[in-house]
């Protein structure tokens, strides 16, 4: 239970100074041959002030605080961040922001809660960052290996992109072989079962399977490398020849047992 209400969200021109807070501040005039100036937009249906609302929903998004956050959505009256958002499409990121806040608290159960919360609310799935970047993405990016398996579970199911590349060249299938942690395999068969082509290339030509192999061929490869191997073949991975499929599995072997 939270200590108290998170504090009201200032209406259209409050926030200035001590002096007169919360007062809608009056428009200057137009001189005569001006235009006047077109009023800010707000956001829902109680004229809240974008810049005050989107701090409030980036912070208690970041600190993966769904109780404050359904507060603050519901005091102002938001059924669709999508639709009653739209002039904050391009700086309030609720979903790309909730998954960078789990660097801050590192707790799965609080970032998977402000998901499904902004997702209750009508977040845009389908939303880039700057770098181009989807939510699926963004979570193979930042979320820890305990982390993305239900993380991604939550975003696919709720219809996140698998087939968007970044400014990068990179789709998230791209994204997790170059990583290449325990649960990659998992992930790689997650992605796959939602539509990701096994056999996309990145910007510079390389395949799931080419990135794999450069990295077999440079010792990179983990000892669950075999489990990789296995789950890109079984994918329908795309293979120049059976002499590949044979020097990854004995280069596979060899590491796991250096």
């Excluded at 938001?78 to 806040?101: N, Q, T």
């Excluded at 997702?119 to 993405?137: F, M, V």
């Excluded at 450069?214 to 073949?233: C, D, E, F, I, N």
């Amino acid at each position: 239970m939270m200590d108290g209400k998170p504090p009201p969200l200032s209406v259209e021109g409050g926030g200035g100074g001590a002096e007169g807070e919360g007062k809608p501040s009056p428009r200057p005039k137009a001189k005569r041959g001006e235009e006047a100036t077109p009023q800010r937009s707000t956001i829902g249906p109680h004229n809240i002030e974008p810049l005050v609302f989107a701090e409030r929903v980036s912070a208690a998004t970041i600190e993966g605080n769904s109780i404050a956050l359904s507060k603050i959505l519901h005091k102002a009256g938001i059924r669709s961040l999508k639709e009653d958002c739209a002039s904050l499409r391009s700086s309030l990121l609720p979903l790309h922001r909730a998954v960078s806040g789990f660097h801050f608290h590192g707790n799965k159960r609080l970032l998977v809660s402000t998901l499904v919360t902004l997702l209750n609310y009508g977040a845009d799935i389908a939303q880039c960052d700057h770098y181009g970047n989807t939510i699926t993405a963004k979570a193979i990016q930042t979320c820890t290996n305990s982390a993305v398996l239900p993380v991604l579970k939550l975003l696919l199911k709720s219809g996140a992109p698998v087939g968007v590349a970044n400014s990068e060249g990179d789709m998230p299938i791209h994204a997790e072989m170059k990583r290449l942690r325990r649960d990659s395999a998992a992930v790689v068969e997650l992605l796959v079962a939602y539509g990701a082509d096994i056999n996309a290339a990145d910007r510079f030509g390389d395949t799931p399977w080419k990135i794999f192999m450069k990295q077999v061929s440079s010792g990179k490869v983990p000892p669950y490398g075999a489990k990789m191997l296995r789950t890109l073949l079984e994918s329908g991975s795309a293979i120049s020849s059976a002499a590949d499929v044979n020097a990854a599995e004995a280069l596979v072997a060899r590491q796991a047992t250096a």
